[in-house]
T-cell receptor, first 117, second 110 residues
Framework: GAGVSQSPSNKVTEKGKDVELRCDPISGHTALYWYRQRLGQGLEFLIYFQGNSAPDKSGLPSDRFSAERTGGSVSTLTIQRTQQEDSAVYLC???????????????FGPGTRLTVL | RKEVEQDPGPFNVPEGATVAFNCTYSNSASQSFFWYRQDCRKEPKLLMSVYSSGNEDGRFTAQLNRASQYISLLIRDSKLSDSATYLC???????????FGTGTKLQVIP
């Protein structure tokens, strides 16, 4: 079946511009995560959506970052007034999100490589 | 103390060697544990789940030690293709978010 998809795969923007990154999770997955990964670094948690609950935004680095998840499916991560330090790969992952051990398995999209000039 | 800690490495091992990584976690109530593999410039992919009784998948063995709050991954007969970063993942269960370690880099040398 279809996996997690993200678009665009690459985005080059100028400092100060706004960007929107899109994630299409696996159908039926209620949990959705956004991560940032700078070159050579580990995954940095940004935000977590679970069903209709209020999202866990504790990882968002500044108020320039926001995310929405419409209809419990597609999610958009928006970065306003981009800075060069925002350059990274932005990864989205989804999981079934139902209580239980195996359902926590996350499936990742291929990521969006953002370059801020 | 970080929620999940891993030795970043790199671990440089010759082909055919056995190598083991540990990952410690701080939340004693954690319920689910996983190992993911991430190749250079690729997204992480699930390698294996870690069960209380330990589990094996071919050359890979994962174990959980709840008393000492760590999980381990053992790779036997290392192959060049095993070169990657190995991420441990810990989940509190329920609807709480999972936490990834920063990864251990493995380089298998010919």
């Amino acid at each position: 079946g279809a996996g997690v998809s993200q678009s665009p795969s690459n985005k080059v923007t100028e400092k100060g511009k706004d960007v929107e990154l899109r994630c299409d999770p696996i159908s039926g997955h209620t949990a959705l995560y956004w991560y940032r990964q700078r070159l050579g670094q580990g995954l940095e948690f940004l935000i977590y959506f679970q069903g209709n609950s209020a999202p866990d935004k504790s990882g968002l680095p500044s108020d320039r970052f926001s995310a929405e998840r419409t209809g419990g499916s597609v999610s958009t991560l928006t970065i306003q007034r981009t800075q060069q330090e925002d350059s990274a790969v932005y990864l989205c992952a989804s999981s079934l999100g139902i209580r239980g051990t195996r359902t926590d398995t996350q499936y990742f999209g291929p990521g969006t490589r953002l370059t801020v000039l | 103390r970080k929620e999940v800690e891993q030795d970043p490495g790199p671990f440089n091992v010759p082909e055919g060697a056995t190598v083991a990584f540990n990952c410690t976690y701080s939340n004693s109530a954690s319920q689910s544990f996983f190992w993911y593999r991430q190749d250079c410039r690729k997204e992480p992919k699930l390698l294996m789940s870690v069960y209380s009784s330990g589990n094996e998948d071919g050359r890979f063995t994962a174990q959980l030690n709840r008393a000492s709050q760590y999980i381990s991954l053992l790779i036997r007969d290392s192959k060049l293709s095993d070169s990657a970063t190995y991420l441990c993942v810990v989940s509190p269960g329920g609807y709480q978010k999972v936490t990834f370690g920063t990864g251990t880099k493995l380089q298998v040398i010919p």
